[in-house]
């Protein structure tokens, strides 16, 4: 009776220890990652879409407002820099070019005869002198008159040579006011859009009124990426830092990209969200094949890189560089690590974790918190 009695104990707890393990809930399968060295690159990206620009643009207008007279290019066209785009109407100024120049040749003329006629009285004013001297042949008052003479004359031609200066600059007004009927390129480039026609009139923008210019010329020998850098971010960007450049109209990265320009204020078009613009040009011709002004386009701009180092893929990461660690027993454990460098896709460990570690990817599943079961899947 008694072995019957201590064998009916032993039954009983064998069956809730049964009947616990029934109760207990299957493992979890999760996705796991086994912590490897790898390269991990430290970098910044915009907040905002970024935009292809040529290095140089330039909206062009005449300075004078007036009829359209000539239209020497079209959209397309490969300029020279000082080629002539665009003349507005100018023939009452041309001609007036014409009659200063004809002025000009009057009063070299005037001024030739007014020295010739000066260089005679004084000539006629040496041998008067040379006459009293010798022989008293003529009067004091006659020798007075002739040296008069010849020093008005010899003013006379001095006048008339200013008046040929005072020509010439009159010329120089009357070209300058052709000039300013004149569009003309003020560098190599291409004529991106043209907003005129032959008749009609076009005219400068007043203050305040933007209106659309005759001329869009384009410099695309050379393109820069500008895009907005976040204001807490941009302190660390120094010109010369490499970037790689992404376009929503090709699929591979361009990374010839060097910072050329940060800039030296904040913009605040939005107040919750500061930017500073970022410049970065791409120096790799095979990296501007194809690529237009105007082309959306992001910027990733390398702070530092390490080729091996222990690392993290950004979605094992718990708040507070904490992490889901699968134990020996498969029971999740959290355990906290030190950060090095990060970007979006992986994050450095310094210390807290070791190679061949595994951790939790899954961290967004129901039930995957410290203390479940797991099981990794294949």
Same mark, same amino acid.
């Given at each position: 009776m008694t072995g019957k009695k201590l064998l009916i104990p032993s039954a009983l707890v064998l069956a809730a220890i049964a009947f616990t393990y029934a109760r207990r809930p299957p493992p979890l399968e999760v996705d796991t990652y086994t912590l490897a060295e790898g390269e991990v690159r430290a970098s910044v990206s915009n907040t905002r879409v970024g935009t292809v620009k040529a290095c140089r643009r330039a909206y062009l207008a005449p300075a004078t407002g007036g009829q359209v007279a000539a239209l020497h290019v079209k959209e397309g066209d490969k300029v020279g820099q000082g080629q002539v785009l665009l003349e507005v109407w100018n023939q009452d100024l041309k001609a007036q070019v014409a009659l200063q120049k004809a002025q000009i040749q009057a009063s070299r003329a005037s001024a030739d005869q007014a020295c010739q006629l000066a260089g005679g009285a004084e000539r006629e004013a040496v041998r008067m002198t040379k006459l009293q001297q010798r022989n008293n042949v003529v009067s004091e008052e006659q020798?007075?008159?002739?040296?008069? /003479?010849?020093?008005?004359?010899?003013?006379?031609?001095?006048?008339?040579?200013?008046?040929? /200066?005072?020509?010439?600059?009159?010329?120089?007004?009357?070209?300058?006011?052709?000039?300013?009927?004149?569009?003309?390129?003020?560098?190599? /480039?291409?004529v991106a859009e043209v907003n005129a026609e032959l008749g009609e009139f076009v005219t400068p923008s007043p203050p305040g009124i933007p209106t659309l210019p005759p001329i869009d010329l384009l410099d695309v020998s050379c393109l820069t990426v500008s895009a907005p850098i976040d204001e807490v971010d941009v302190a660390r960007i120094r010109t010369g830092m490499p970037a790689c450049v992404s376009l929503d109209a090709f699929t591979d990265k361009r990374c010839s990209g060097v910072v050329t320009r940060v800039a030296p204020y904040v913009l605040e078009k939005e107040k919750q969200a500061r930017t500073v613009e970022v410049e970065v040009t791409l120096r790799d011709p095979k990296d501007l094949a194809e690529l237009l002004p105007g082309y959306s386009a992001d910027i990733e701009v390398l702070l530092a890189s390490k080729d091996k180092a222990l690392r993290l893929p950004a979605e094992a990461i718990l708040e507070g560089n904490r992490v889901l660690l699968v134990g020996a027993d498969n029971v999740l454990r959290e355990r906290r690590f030190e950060a090095g460098l990060a970007n979006w896709n992986y994050t450095e460990v310094l210390s807290g974790l070791q190679a061949g570690d595994r951790v939790v990817l899954s961290l967004g599943k129901e039930g995957v918190t410290a203390g479940a079961t797991v099981r990794a899947k294949p």
């Open positions: 020798v007075d008159k002739s040296q008069t /003479g010849g020093k008005s004359q010899r003013a006379a031609c001095r006048a008339a040579l200013q008046n040929i /200066g005072v020509a010439e600059a009159q010329l120089g007004v009357a070209e300058a006011a052709v000039q300013r009927t004149l569009v003309k390129a003020p560098f190599d /480039g291409t």
